[in-house]
């Protein structure tokens, strides 16, 4: 088991830990190390058993406000994945119906007499200014 020194708080400390677990050993000591420099800026040297205590309960304070805010996006996930599924199991909306008015056949005669008098002014004009 091998033997690690960290610090924390200006401190040395020995600690052992399960081989190949040193790097999670160092992680969780520079956290630890870095409440604890919070608190020695703010209070000063303090006993170290008080120092770490408080340094433990500042990153227990963090834990826990990081495990609210996953439990609240976890809940948000599932909410979207009941939803995803419901749309998924809906299966796909009925086409609806649309109906295009027809126009009548008087109107197509009605056009196609005033084009052919537009056609026929145009002619004239072009005639008499020509």
Do not use: N, W
């Given at each position: ?43 000063g040297r303090m006993p170290e ?33 009941a939803e995803l599924e419901g ?44």
């Open positions: 088991m091998p033997e690690v020194t960290i610090s924390i708080g200006g401190r040395q400390f020995s600690v052992a830990c399960q081989e190949g677990e040193e790097h999670y050993l160092h992680t969780a000591a520079k956290m630890l190390d870095d409440e604890a420099q919070v608190l020695s800026d703010q209070v058993a008080r120092m770490l205590l408080m340094a433990g309960l500042m990153l227990a304070d963090k834990t826990a406000s990081f495990e609210d805010k996953v439990a609240e996006v976890q809940a948000q996930l599932e909410e979207r994945e749309l998924r199991t809906m299966g796909a909306p009925e086409p609806e119906r649309i109906e295009v008015p027809v126009v009548p056949r008087a109107v197509h005669e009605t056009l196609a007499e005033l084009a052919a008098r537009a056609e026929a002014l145009a002619a004239d004009v072009e005639e008499k200014a020509g």
